[in-house]
């Protein structure tokens, strides 16, 4: 071909189209009319057409009218002498829409033949379709993280804060800017504070994990000092070789607050139930109060008469005198058990306590009731006492109930009416039993599975409300309440309290 | 000494047993006192006129059982109840069955109740001499005729010797005699002696 020069032929084989076309790049050199004086061998690939075949043809026809035309000033551009490069998207010819970088240089063709362009163009589609979803996917992670309601915050594997999102900078007070660079243990109270160095060092040495990949509970600390109620979540990962970790952070905050009114309420409950039972305690109690004040009135009434006499004995009267004091004392302590038994319990009233205490504090105040309903009572206990840590008014005021629905069961029914008790410590060593058996008439066994239900009740009077608070009593101190009917008839309530270990202490955890 | 008026106290409350006891040394009476209803029942009672003070609420049976079976078993004797709150409608129903009184714990009139059972003594003592007297009739009373026995009711129903003699069909003079040997064998002496044992008379077979 005419405008084939050897010289420029020969530059061109220079390229050498074995190594060009192993690029993702095409090379063509147009003469100074955009005719192709050379087409490396990517051409075939991308145009489907010989490279051969291209020689001395427009570029127009190759590339199409669009890209041409997209193209044209840097091909003259190119002509003029200055290199020029277009970076973008263009529609080539039936290749679609492609991403490309290209690089126009001008040429020298040889003597005669003047200046050309060379144009070497990278097809960068793939590239850029990746770093396009890249983009992407990067702005739906920010986005949701951004977004989140839990706190979201990265750290380094030194524990230095690395990203903050805007729910961690509400939750703990601090801004992301202020945050981020700075030890993760400032959002933390002591001890865990000073400790937390410690903990990542501990996992990066024995890879055990303590927090990572579970949930927990804690407590951290707010810009101002204020503790807040958190559950988090942590999880590792890799930047390269690096390590890092993410902390999930949920405020638990209301949800602790809806535990503390639910709380709250169950004590009030708890309490008015409390009340209902002193209530009903109250006729009982009149007698009890009401013995050693007829006592006293009449001792009291003999002193006056033996007063009158002449020569009255002095060692009968001390003698009154004593009996009055003794009665008097008497009556003091009736009221003071009253009055332990009504006093609202607080939940951090939790003291170390043994179930026989407990049997022979409550016994007392129903001595009238059993009386009355002709019950007799057998307490045995074993020895070696157990202990339990527990609130022992709520414990108390579950046992007064147990033991008034027990008495009402017998109250009425012919035969033997036998109240009995046992608590000891079960063989496994874990837990103290209570075990309170009547030998009433038994819960028809339609009634067994609603027994604890809120509500539920076969008395005219009461709320229904007695078993149903006895049993979340025992739940909130880790324990059970069972009933279960008796072979020879009646009905026992089994109560279990976990027995104290002195022993035991929850481990500092990271 | 079983022969002076005593009261029988039942409380299970030793306080209250012991309270009273002494109560009542100070106004001159006479206890002895029980734990239980069962424990009085079980009990020789005095020969002497006596009156029971019985806890309404007692462990082994109830004031009221106490009270039927006392009634059954000694009649005659008087009950005053002590009770506790709530007690009332018990209490009229042991008043129904011929209790004195009772008393609400704790804060009776002291003075009351031993005025309540002095009175109770008081009766209790008169009603044992009577029955004492119409044990004495009942003896006696087979040792009548069949004629001074007739008389002898007539007259002790309160009916005159001239309606007796009618009402018999013999002389106002025989009617006298009849009567006056008939108050002789039964140890009467006066009229009114006569009238008080009409009971006797009625209820017993010549």
Redesign the interface.
Known sequence: MEAHGPSASSESEAFGNGSVSALPIIVAQLDDYYRVQFASDGHRAWFGVDPQHQIGRHIREIIGTNAFTRLENRFRTALSGTQTTFHGQVPYAHCGHRFVHSVYTPHALGQEMGTGVQMVVSDLTPYHNLRRQLADETLRSRTIVQHAIDGIVTLNHDGIIQSFNPAAERLFGYTANEAIGNNIAMLMPEPDRHRHDDYIRHYQRTHEPRIIGTGRDVTAMRRDGNPIDIRLAVAEFFLGQEQHFVGFIHDLSSRKRAEREALEARENLAHANRITAMGELA?GL??E???????????A???R??LKEDNPDPT?LAD?LE?IT??SQ?TGSIVRELRDFVRKGSPGQIGRHDPESLVNNVLPLLSHEL??A?VRVVYHHETPLCACLINRIQIEQVLVNILRNAIEAMEGHDGERLLQIRSRLRPDGQWCEIDIDDSGPGIPPAHMNRLFDPFFTTKTHGMGQGLAICRSIIERHGGSLKVEPLAMGGTRFRILLPREHRDAEASVDA | MRDAPTVLIVDDDPAIRQALTLLFKSAGLASESFASGGQLLAADKPNGPACVLLDLSLPDLDGLEVQQRLHRETPGIPVIFLTGYGDVPVAVQALKYGAIDFFQKPDFDRQNLIQTIRQALIDHQEQLEADAAKRSVQALVGSLSHRELEVARLAAAGHANKVIGMELGISERTVETHRGRAMKKLGLRRAADLIKAEKALEETDA
Do not use: K, Y
Request: with cysteine.
């Open positions: 006729a009149a007698h109060i009401s013995q050693p004040l007829t006592a006293i009135q009449a001792t009434e003999a002193c008469s033996m009968m009154a009996q003794v009665q008497r009386e009355r002709g």
